[in-house]
T-cell receptor, first 116, second 113 residues
Framework: GAGVSQSPSNKVTEKGKDVELRCDPISGHTALYWYRQSLGQGLEFLIYFQGNSAPDKSGLPSDRFSAERTGGSVSTLTIQRTQQEDSAVYLC??????????????FGPGTRLLVL | GNSVTQMEGPVTLSEEAFLTINCTYTATGYPSLFWYVQYPGEGLQLLLKATKADDKGSNKGFEATYRKETTSFHLEKGSVQVSDSAVYFCALSARSGYSTLTFGKGTMLLVSP
């Protein structure tokens, strides 16, 4: 597709359940980022992928959060045993090559997660 | 560490008014600076960027100049339109290697006819 896509667009789950969020980056983009947008915290970085490797996981808030990327393309963010404070919009972005600071990151529409 | 501070909103203006949204940053080295915009119900879009001191980014009538001496990247537009109503985010990234974006908290702009 032309842009970054994410699915589902909305997810409602019960506390304690696991959820998987998917990101499909722009074709050919090797750098992929996950961010979280919440009312209290604004936009926060979660994890960065270069190819299938994740050299920076420093933003993951707890060990309940994990992510993987396969084939240098699609990425999945998994949240285990969801808590109400996980409710947020999860954003994925991709950029063209090494993810250098001057590159533009292109964002997907986000997945809105609500944990009841 | 890196941080971005931008003015709190909402900013409410009448159509054709002049807009300034202040943004200042703290960073090691020489970051690249960005303004992203989020229209209602849509994702984040890059509005403009500047990658070195004194560069001016511009797009859709919006401008921002990278001021190293004041560590600022204020967003301006001479005449806003109702369609400019959105949330505006100032952000920075380090210039070397890979880089995550550090965002300000966002400023909501509401433009009335």
């Amino acid at each position: 597709g032309a842009g970054v896509s994410q699915s589902p667009s909305n997810k409602v789950t019960e506390k304690g359940k696991d959820v998987e969020l998917r990101c499909d980056p722009i074709s050919g983009h090797t750098a992929l980022y996950w961010y979280r947008q919440s009312l209290g915290q604004g936009l926060e970085f979660l994890i960065y992928f270069q190819g299938n490797s994740a050299p920076d996981k420093s933003g993951l808030p707890s060990d309940r959060f994990s992510a993987e990327r396969t084939g240098g393309s699609v990425s999945t963010l998994t949240i285990q045993r969801t808590q109400q404070e996980d409710s947020a919009v999860y954003l994925c972005a991709s950029s063209q090559s090494r993810g250098g600071g001057q590159e533009t990151q292109y964002f997907g529409p986000g997945t809105r997660l609500l944990v009841l | 560490g890196n941080s971005v501070t931008q003015m709190e909103g909402p900013v409410t203006l009448s159509e054709e008014a002049f807009l300034t949204i202040n943004c200042t940053y703290t960073a090691t080295g020489y970051p690249s600076l960005f303004w992203y915009v989020q229209y209602p119900g849509e994702g984040l879009q890059l509005l403009l960027k500047a990658t070195k001191a004194d560069d001016k980014g511009s797009n859709k009538g919006f401008e921002a100049t990278y001021r190293k001496e004041t560590t600022s990247f204020h967003l301006e537009k001479g005449s806003v339109q109702v369609s400019d109503s959105a949330v505006y985010f100032c952000a920075l990234s380090a210039r070397s290697g890979y880089s995550t974006l550090t965002f300000g908290k966002g400023t909501m702009l509401l433009v009335s006819p």
